[in-house]
């Protein structure tokens, strides 16, 4: 674009050094060219500068929009985090063999652990209220203390 516009310039700077015989003429026709061109040029740059704000304008929009984008699809994972992702919990749990107490984070597909302390087998038991259990701790449900015989 800019190549055309130089090659455009020095033929119509040819042409009328070859047109134009007095030199008076010749120079006044050059100095009003150049006078013309400063001005075409100074309203092209500020045309650019007008587009140019406005394409900052809108990138710094792009920007915070994508930073608010960011935000919602935090909360979003959060959310979907809260409602779909596997519950594992935290659970505190008494061994029968030897009184140690552990947390272990486990859900509903456990159905037994092995007490860090003493290596037993504990089955867990996920029906019913540990606060529903008679006072002795025993459920009546496990084969392995022999209480319930």
């Given at each position: 674009m800019l190549e055309d516009l130089k090659k455009e310039m020095n033929s119509f700077l040819s042409d009328?050094?070859?047109?134009?015989?007095?030199?008076?003429?010749l120079m006044y026709v050059?100095?009003?060219?150049?006078?013309?061109?400063?001005?075409?040029?100074?309203?092209?740059?500020?045309?650019v500068d007008y587009k140019e704000d406005k394409l900052n304008a809108i990138v710094k929009k792009q920007q915070e929009e994508e930073a608010k984008l960011q935000e919602l699809r935090e909360k979003i994972d959060t959310i979907y985090e809260d409602i779909y992702e596997d519950e594992e919990e935290s659970f505190s749990i008494s061994c029968p063999y030897c009184n140690h107490e552990?947390?272990?984070?486990?859900?509903?597909?456990?159905?037994?652990?092995?007490?860090?302390?003493?290596?037993?087998?504990?089955?867990?038991d996920w029906n019913g209220n540990p606060d529903d259990e008679p006072d002795s701790g025993c459920g009546g449900s496990c084969s392995s203390c022999g209480g319930c015989d």
């Open positions: 009328i050094n070859q047109n134009v015989k007095d030199q008076n003429d050059k100095e009003r060219t150049s006078q013309l061109l400063d001005v075409m040029m100074n309203e092209v740059e500020k045309l552990f947390d272990a984070e486990i859900d509903e597909d456990f159905h037994e652990i092995r007490c860090p302390e003493c290596g037993n087998l504990i089955e867990l």
